[in-house]
Every structure is written in structure tokens, then in C-alpha cells.
């Protein structure tokens, strides 16, 4: 057996130790945007120390369990804070939160960051939903021997983030009176923050927002043949646009003042997936 799915085949089985949930959505809490899992109908709650073999967050602001419940009637896993790679983690290990999830039944993906503004459009504090991404910059988790058991050895990846689900998102943030931004993400490898000149060569690539983590998660997901998408807060202007330097509290702290409209957002929009679902 693959070795990486042996291990995956064993966080599952301690998961399944602990509870017997089948969550149908995942949903991926980024920087300062945890406490939407205060608003879940909470069935259980699992730390990540307590899965044999599972990596374990370390960034300010990541909580690091799983929470099992549901978001107005629809069965959700919520992972309270991830794993970055610039944490010291082989990718495979970043990604392995990812495919668990799909594991234990969900069948689409809610992916949340938060970023780094490189269009001028965007604003502090502005929320963008994922068109798409690109990788090109942080190691592909795919590489190595394919694991034929998640996925094809070449998936394709044209419509990685669903456009029904970004529908759904759009007329949610409209019904809300919430104003949502959509564009291009890039996932670079952190921990430093980007140089101007490398926001500048982003901009030319066409990105409109920058952050350290979602594309590698949103490229496992789709090997697996999940459902994505992905929202972004803008938590500052990239390097180079102001004349600010950036730091992690400036980012915590526009998430937390974001987070009561991101978690209507994200709630309401969860309670329409489940016509999506099987």
C-alpha cells in the first residue's frame, strides 16, 4: 500500500474511533475566521493531537480540531485552523486534512483564506470568491506515486472551483447585501510576506489576490472529485501597493472585523448546497 494512504487509512480509522458522523460538506477555516464554528449545531468536536499521525496547526489564529455538526440542517466537518506548508509539514501532510475530510463522506469542499490584495479594485476588509488559481509556486501535491485509490494519475483542471456552488454564493452575497469581489488567487509558500517585485510579476501573471495556503487543498480535492469553492478575505493591499509594512496582526485583525458578515456568508450559502448534495 502507498504509504501516505496507509497513513490516511489510519487517521480515518482513529476518526472513526471518536464518532461515526458522515459530514456531506467540509468547510476550511482560514486566519481570525474560526469562531464561525461557534454558529455549528456541534455532534463532535476532535483535536488534531488526538489523530494518530495527524499534522497539527502552529499559526496564531488556527485552533487545530475538527468540528462535526450541522449548518442549518446540512452534516458539516469544519476544520478550525489548517496546516501550511511553510510550517515544516511535507505537502502531503498540508493536504492530508483535505482527502481525511473526503474520506469521512464530504462531497464538496468550502475553502476560506485570508490575503493579500494585488488588484486596485480591492479593498481592506473585501471579500473575493476563487475563479481560479495558479500553481506555481508551492509543490504540487500530486507528485510522486499516483494513489489510484483518491484519483486519476492526470485530473484535469479546468473548472476546479464549481460554478454552481459559486452561483449560489453570488446570489447569497446579493440577497445579503454583501459585496463580493471574484478573481484569481495564487498560493505562494510563505512564511515571509511577498516582495514588491514579486507582487508586481503576480499582477502581470493576472492574480488578484495572494495568499499561503488553498491550492494545494483545492488540487487534492479535485484528484479526489470533490465540489470547490473557495472565498478569499482581503485582508490587506499586497507589498508595494501602500506604503504600510505588512505584519500577521494587520491580517488577524481585518479578518475578525470581517468575520459576522463572512460567517453569513458562508452559513447561508451552505444551507443551499444541500440541493447539490446526493
Same mark, same amino acid.
Given at each position: ?53 495527524? =499534522?497539527?496547526?502552529?499559526? =496564531? ?35 492530508? =486534512? ?40 508551492? =509543490? ?139
Amino acid at each position: 500500500m502507498n504509504e501516505i494512504y496507509e497513513k490516511l487509512e489510519g487517521c480515518l480509522k482513529s476518526v472513526r474511533k471518536k464518532t461515526d458522523f458522515v459530514p456531506k460538506v467540509a468547510i476550511v477555516l482560514g486566519s481570525g475566521l474560526g469562531d464561525f464554528a461557534n454558529d455549528i449545531k456541534v455532534e463532535c468536536e476532535i483535536d488534531y493531537h488526538d489523530i494518530d499521525g495527524f =499534522p497539527v496547526s502552529t499559526v =496564531p489564529g488556527h485552533a487545530g480540531k475538527f468540528i462535526f455538526g450541522y449548518v442549518e440542517g446540512v452534516p458539516v466537518v469544519c476544520m478550525k485552523g489548517r496546516v501550511h506548508f511553510y510550517e515544516g509539514y511535507p505537502i502531503s501532510d498540508v493536504v492530508m =486534512p483535505t482527502r481525511l475530510m473526503k474520506m469521512l463522506g464530504a462531497e464538496i469542499l468550502f475553502l476560506t483564506n485570508a490575503s493579500g490584495g494585488l488588484n486596485s479594485d480591492f479593498s481592506a476588509g473585501d471579500f473575493m470568491l476563487l475563479t481560479d488559481h495558479i500553481s506555481c509556486f508551492a =509543490p504540487n501535491p500530486l507528485i510522486g506515486a499516483n494513489i489510484d485509490e483518491l484519483g486519476t494519475r492526470f485530473p484535469d483542471m479546468t473548472h476546479v472551483y464549481d460554478e454552481d456552488l459559486r452561483n449560489i454564493i453570488i446570489d447569497t452575497a446579493k440577497e445579503n447585501n454583501i459585496k463580493l469581489q471574484q478573481g484569481v488567487y495564487a498560493q505562494l509558500t510563505g512564511p515571509s510576506f511577498e516582495s514588491p517585485a514579486e507582487i508586481r510579476m503576480l499582477r502581470t501573471l493576472g492574480v488578484d489576490a495572494v495568499g499561503m495556503s488553498t491550492v494545494v487543498e483545492a488540487i487534492a480535492a479535485n484528484h479526489m472529485g470533490m465540489k470547490i469553492c473557495c472565498i478569499s478575505c482581503v485582508c490587506n493591499l499586497a507589498a508595494g501597493m501602500t506604503a504600510n509594512p505588512l505584519t500577521h496582526d494587520e491580517v488577524q485583525a481585518a479578518a475578525n472585523e470581517a468575520a459576522p458578515k463572512f460567517k453569513m456568508l458562508v452559513a447561508k450559502s451552505v444551507a443551499k448546497f444541500g440541493k447539490l448534495l446526493k
